[in-house]
């Protein structure tokens, strides 16, 4: 039996025809027959990193988050199932906070007839950002690359991998993340004289924390929205 799988948005390929060992090759043929053209691997492979579309042992380690290689956006994750290994890191990212590394393509200068190797050192100004994961030669954009690189790494910066100079283009944006907004509360706290039970000095405060108050007063705590 055939099984058929329709990706999120921005994946290489637009069917994924998973069928036995034994079927393969007539379905390959029918596909031909009905207009369809073949490709290898490496087709695939070019289409992949073209799509900036993360592999695993490529892209993605044992320490990669997966907000870092948009593996979130393409259904590698959920924000609505129960409890799975690392949920609470996964969602404090996804909700309060920004991945620590992000993924990008590296436009490398052509000018060098050779491509980083994988796992090679990505440095921004002599200072090591990151790493490169695939590679490949694109036959209108010439040498691409993905690599992860660290978050507060200037979108605008050039960057060097293996001696060759490359340009970013952004696949996971430096504001990924921090999805909940989060209202500002004004707290207002007043020092009342514990005698008059007047107001003598008042504070506004962000977010409901008293920075400070003089010991010997009656501290009120208004919180307004």
């Known amino acids: 039996a055939c099984s058929l799988a329709r990706p999120h948005g921005g994946a290489p390929f637009a069917l994924q025809i998973t069928v036995p060992a034994a079927r393969a090759h007539a379905v390959r043929r029918h596909l031909t027959v009905t207009g369809f053209s073949g490709g290898g691997p490496n087709a695939l492979e070019l289409a992949r990193i073209f799509a900036g579309w993360p592999r695993l042992a490529a892209e993605i380690d044992d320490k990669t988050l997966p907000?870092?290689?948009?593996?979130d956006e393409?259904?590698?994750?959920?924000?609505t199932k129960g409890c799975y290994t690392g949920q609470e890191t996964v969602a404090r990212v996804h909700n309060l906070g920004h991945p620590p590394r992000r993924l990008v393509m590296l436009h490398l200068d052509g000018s060098e007839d050779r491509l980083p190797a994988h796992g090679e050192q990505v440095s921004s100004d002599g200072r090591a950002v990151g790493f490169v994961g695939s590679r490949a030669r694109h036959y209108e954009l010439g040498p691409i690359a993905l690599a992860l690189v660290k978050r507060n790494v200037a979108v605008t910066a050039t960057l060097e991998t293996a001696g060759i100079s490359a340009t970013q283009e952004v696949i996971v944006s430096p504001d990924a993340?921090?999805?909940v907004t989060i209202p500002h509360k004004q707290a207002v706290v007043a020092a009342c004289d514990e005698a008059e039970g007047e107001a003598v000095n008042t504070l506004v405060l962000r977010g409901g924390r008293v920075l400070g108050f003089n010991t010997d007063k009656e501290i009120l705590v208004g919180i307004h929205a």
């Open 74 to 79: 393409i259904g590698g994750v959920s924000y």
């Open 177 to 179: 993340g921090a999805n």
């Open 67 to 71: 907000q870092e290689a948009r593996f």
